[in-house]
């Protein structure tokens, strides 16, 4: 096969997305679906270097950074190959990439198997003008969908390390909320999720005043950190949240009172608060309402806040958005957080993808003219941003 007719297979997506989406890659697993997309950029002439990280007490997890090019600047598409379990109420095959009036389905194909093929023939398409004034590149990883240790952070450096820059990124993360293009993400919320442990002394239920519930006092905690709320919102960001997600005594007694109650939390939070103040906030209610030592208190960040100001590169991507679906896309910094909040150290980064009504749901799915027009929605970044390095 000539190099032209390779970019003209390699134009259209939806042969790559189903290539991806048939292999079962549920995290930390990847099962040959980084091997799929290997070869298609290197066909494309990519220098593919595959990583493999399983430190952090992670299992292995296989990520794959492929460039074209060497000079800058250098134009980046972030995303994983990584999918959730399958679950349960699918009525079609979750790994046959089945196509049924005019709507691919499978485990991946909102998020975000379908925004990589999308984002390869974009490059494919754009090559066909010759090659970028700089550099292409995609940093892929297999752990975004879960612990986040082995995967982009660790590519990030050691990217690094070998002294290698990204100038801006594209996060290929399925954004869009009810049709294509209509939600692009300059930032995401914090995440801290919390484990509140709340001691007591256990007794007869008849005789509570020889007790020490703990019940009731972690009733007062959690009520303190969730029925004021944390703020109003910011400028580029809605309101913090508290939400409770578990309570917990293990008591299948009636007419016992336990020695201890358990509490999970999670906090997402905007950019006026970090994970720093909100333990230091936490730990003085806990400690006015629970009291010193009657108490334990295990905090897990995910993630901070973080934004990209609106400015080039959000405008280049709702230009592109506008120039092929005629509607304008709203800046958002809703929903849960990505592997942006690494990418955001190391330069400007947005994200824009699929519709994810169906993501991590059975039949998940995207349409094909959706394949299509992220496709060319992709190349016209690539394309406006080149010409404009």
Known sequence: MTASADLTALSEP??????????????????????????????????????????????????????????????????????????TGWTMTPFDATIRDG???GRGASDMKAAIAAFVAAVARHLKAGAPKGSISLLI????????????????????????KLDACLVGEPTSAKVLGDTIKIGRRGSLTAKLKVFG?????????????????????????????????????????????TVDVGNTATNLIPAEATAGFNIRFNDLHSSGSLRTWLT????????????????????????????????????????????PAELSTSGGTSDARFIKDACPVVELGMVGLTMHKANEQCSIADLSALTSIYQRVLDRFFARA
């Open 103 to 105: 709507i691919l389905y």
């Open 201 to 245: 002394t256990q007794g007869h239920s008849a005789y509570p005043h020889l007790a020490d519930n703990p019940i009731p006092r972690l009733m007062k905690m959690l009520a303190a950190i969730t029925d004021p709320p944390l703020d109003s919102g910011s400028a580029h960001f809605q309101p913090s949240t508290v939400a409770i997600t």
């Open 14 to 87: 939806l042969a790559l997305a189903q290539a991806l989406i048939r292999r079962p890659s549920v995290t930390p697993k990847d099962e040959g679906a980084l091997d799929v997309l290997s070869a298609a950029l290197t066909t494309l002439g990519f220098e593919c270097h595959r990583q493999v990280y399983a430190d952090d007490g992670g299992a292995p997890v296989d990520n794959l950074y492929a460039r074209l090019g060497t000079a800058g600047p250098n134009f980046c598409f972030a995303g994983h190959t990584d999918v959730v379990p399958v679950g």
């Open 141 to 164: 990883t297999g752990d975004e969908e879960g612990d986040a240790v082995n995967g982009t952070k660790k590519v990030l450096a050691w990217l690094n390390a070998r002294g290698e």
């Open 284 to 327: 003085e209610t806990f400690d006015r309402l629970g009291g010193v030592g009657s108490y334990d208190l295990a905090v897990k960040v995910s993630g901070e806040s973080f934004l990209t100001p609106p400015g080039p590169l959000s405008a280049l991507v709702a230009d592109a958005v506008k120039d092929i679906t005629s509607r």
